[in-house]
Structures are given as C-alpha cells and as structure tokens.
C-alpha cells in the first residue's frame, strides 16, 4: 500500500468526522421560527420520519385554539445557543438549552427551561421543525402540546384582508360581563394596517405585550413569556363594540366585550387594599432563603428608615416587570434612602422548591435588596399578614415610615406596555423623594 493511499485515507477519515461534527443532532437552523401552542388538544407525531414528514402547517387563515407566537434562535457556539421569545416590542431571552440524542428512540430532542417560572418545553426536533410540550409543573399534570417551524415570519396568518376598523385608541372592556367573575379592563390598542399590538390594564395590572392581527371584521392578539399563554379574539360589531373570547393556557376561558372610549379610567391602585381597622404598624418575620435566617422590620439594618414592601411571587410576570424597575430605579438612584424587602408567595407546599425559585429570580433579575419566603399565595397570603384586610394582587407595594406605620399602599402594577407605565414613574419617583426626607 503506498504512502499516498495512505496519506488521502487519512484526509478522507478526517473529512468525514468533520462531516460528521458540523451535521451533528444538536445543530438547529439559526433564525426566525414560529412557535404553536395548541389549546385544543393535538396528537404528536409517532416516530421521527413521522415528524419529518409532517411539518408545521403554514396557516394562511386564523386556526382557532392554536396561539402563535415567534423567536429568534442565535447561536453564541457551534452548538450553543439561545432564543428571543418576540411579544410585540419585548424581546425575552431564554438560555437555559439542552439538547440530545436519544439512540435508543434515534430521536434528536431538546429542552428549553424558563427557570423563574419553573417551567419548560420538552420536544423532538427533525430538520427545521420542533415538537412537544410545554409543561407547568405548579399546575400538576399540566401540558400543551407546542410545534415550531423555522423560517416563518407570520404570526397568526399571511392573508391581509381590509381591517373593517383601525382599533387603535382606548377602550372600556368587561371580562366575564354578567357574572360574579365580570372585572373591568381598559384595552389600548395601536393598529398599522391588519398589525395590532397593545394590552389590557385591570386594576391588579395589566396582561402584557400582546400582539398580533386584525382581519376583515375580526382580530386577534396573542403572548407566551413562559410563564402566561394569553389568546384573544374578538368581532367587530356593526355598533363598532368588540365581542370576543380570552384563553388562558388550557385551564381558563372567558368572554369580553368592549367599546372605544378615551377616557375610560380604573380604580386608583391606592384604593384599593387597606389595613384592617385596629393596625397601625406593618410588622412580619419570615425567612431569606439567600442569607439563610429570618428577618423582620425590627432588624438593625432596617432601623430609623422608611421602608417598601413588595408582595409578589416569582410565578408572576407583572411581579418581575415591577421587580425589573425597582432595580434599575436603585441603580439609577445610589443614595436612595428607603429599604426595600421583597415578601414571595410562592405557589405549592414545597418550600425548598420556593427557596430555589427564589435564589434563581434574585440572580437572573440582579436584586440587590432582600426577598424573603412568606408562603404560599391565597388563603394563608391572608394569615402570614394578618393586618392586611386582603391580599387584591401581586404585585402590591406597600410604603412605611421609619417606625413602620402604613403610609400608602400600591395595588397592583402597569408594566411597560401600558400607557400608564410613565405616570407611574413619575408618581414613584415623587413619593420616594418625600419618603426619604
């Protein structure tokens, strides 16, 4: 066998591990992809040339029960990356990837962890196409089944049928009108063409960015962050009112109705939670899952100043737009003088989980202040503070003097995609100001 055989042998073994790493299971194309989550249940493929051979349909009409939704995958590696979830003008990163093959099943599959929220998405993947599921631990048994394609830049359809409205503008809405559920909400809207995007405020915050199309005498708006799967829909009446329908995952659907109005206004967010007649003071002593002891207002570190409560819970994305503005105001604010204390509520009876969830939100959201353990949500939210008269939202902020009496109390929160959102920074950054002088 002569040295030059040998020698293109070699070169040819070489190529074809080469061939081999460039082409291997955990590369998915870099790009736009559109995701499915699909409320009416759906049945996955049954073996990988199944999957192949059954891509995600490209929809060219609304499908209802389906909420669509889009990211960018990019790649920080040659086979690492992440994805930006795109919920009109939010961009949510998401790292926290896994990806393997399974040679017993020959499947190629990847997890995808919201880690704040303690949720998932487990799925096979073949060529550009993504199937499984998306799974809410705190839910029990709770899945819905999700689909992707890569290369798809539409969100709920391609047709472009004439707006029989521009929606644009505010709107006086009632979910569940006519029963003992109805609450009140103010749709905004902004409307280009058949694109739409905007919110709905209530008086315990706001339903996020929200996006999506408006079709002839219908229009529909949709949002996935990993924590809310949020679909709306509604038809134009001949009166120009809305009519329509709201689903929440697979676990909660309801009706809504609405009608233009500029000047449609909600309860103050400080009229709404108070404390009980008898309590003056603000008092409570849970644990810090960081530190690893228990803290209370009367502490050393908290002596002789005012202070902010934050009622929240890591499971609530109004709570971490709160949580997001908090740090960046002490950022933005180096000689602040009030503390601050976060006090979670964390679903389920797990408190080691909770302590976990805690830790992580702290480190991926960079809180410089503490947040203590105070239980879970509901009922016992109502025992752990019990000078509370009830507990009406998460987020709430609670603001005390320097010897702890109640001084105002902040219900709910506007987030960023409300036009409420810069008031807000305004009325906080006055009232800290004076708070501490």
């Known amino acids: 066998m002569s040295k030059n055989f040998l020698l293109l042998l070699l070169i040819a073994t070489l190529f074809s591990n080469c061939i081999e790493e460039i082409n291997s299971y955990n590369l998915l194309p870099p790009g736009r992809w559109r995701g499915l989550l699909y409320l009416e249940q759906k049945q996955p493929a049954a073996s990988k040339e199944a999957l192949q051979e059954q891509p995600v349909p490209n929809i060219e009409d609304v499908t209802e029960g389906v909420l669509p939704f889009l ?3 990019t790649y920080t590696g040659d086979s690492t990356f992440y994805i930006e979830i795109i919920n009109g003008d939010e961009r949510i990163r998401v790292d926290h990837i896994q990806t393997w093959h399974d040679k017993a099943t020959n499947h190629d599959s990847i997890r995808i962890d919201f880690p704040i929220y303690d949720t998932y998405i487990l799925a096979r993947f073949a060529e550009g196409i993504i199937q499984g599921q998306w799974y809410v631990p705190s839910r029990g048994k709770y899945s819905i089944p999700f689909e992707a394609e890569f290369g798809q830049n539409h969100r709920f359809t391609t047709v472009r049928k004439k707006p029989l409205a521009n929606l644009s503008g505010r709107w006086a809405t009632t979910f569940a009108p006519g029963t003992e559920d109805e609450f009140a909400a103010i749709g905004e809207f902004q409307q280009n063409g058949n694109h739409l995007k905007g919110t709905f405020a209530t008086e315990t915050g706001d339903f996020r960015f929200l996006e999506g199309t408006v079709q002839a005498d219908k229009m529909y708006l949709s949002c996935f962050d990993g924590s809310h799967a949020f679909l709306f829909k509604a038809k134009i009446m001949p009166d120009s009112s809305l009519s329509g329908s709201f689903q929440s995952g697979i676990h909660y659907q309801t009706n809504w109705i609405a009608r233009r109005d500029p000047r449609a206004q909600l309860r103050h967010p400080d009229s709404l939670t108070f404390l009980k007649p008898g309590y003056q003071q603000f008092n ?13 207002l009367n502490d050393p570190q908290f002596a002789e100043r005012p202070k ?8 609530c994305p109004n709570c971490r737009d709160e949580t997001r503005f908090l740090v960046e105001y002490l ?3 180096p000689d602040f003088k009030p503390a601050i204390i976060g006090l ?14 805690i830790r992580t939100f702290k480190e991926k959201m960079n809180v410089p202040y503490p947040v203590l353990y105070a239980g879970p949500p509901g009922p016992p939210a109502a025992q752990a503070l019990p000078m509370l008269q009830k507990i ?3 987020p709430t902020l609670i603001f005390l003097d320097k010897d702890n009496r109640v001084l105002r109390i902040h219900t709910g929160f506007y987030g960023p995609a409300t036009a ?3 008031e807000f920074i305004r009325e906080f950054d006055r009232y800290v100001q004076e708070l501490g002088q």
């Not at 902010?308 to 499971?315: A, N, V, Y």
């Not at 979670?344 to 969830?357: C, I, P, V, W, Y």
């Open 71 to 73: 990211f960018d995958l």
């Open 392 to 394: 009406v939202s998460y």
């Open 331 to 333: 950022q933005e604010h």
């Open 308 to 315: 902010i409560i934050q009622i929240m819970g890591t499971w």
């Open 420 to 422: 409420e959102y810069q």
């Open 284 to 296: 409570f002593a849970f644990f810090d899952p960081v530190q690893g002891d228990t803290l209370s």
């Open 344 to 357: 979670s509520f964390e679903k389920g009876q797990d408190t080691n989980k909770a302590f976990r969830l």
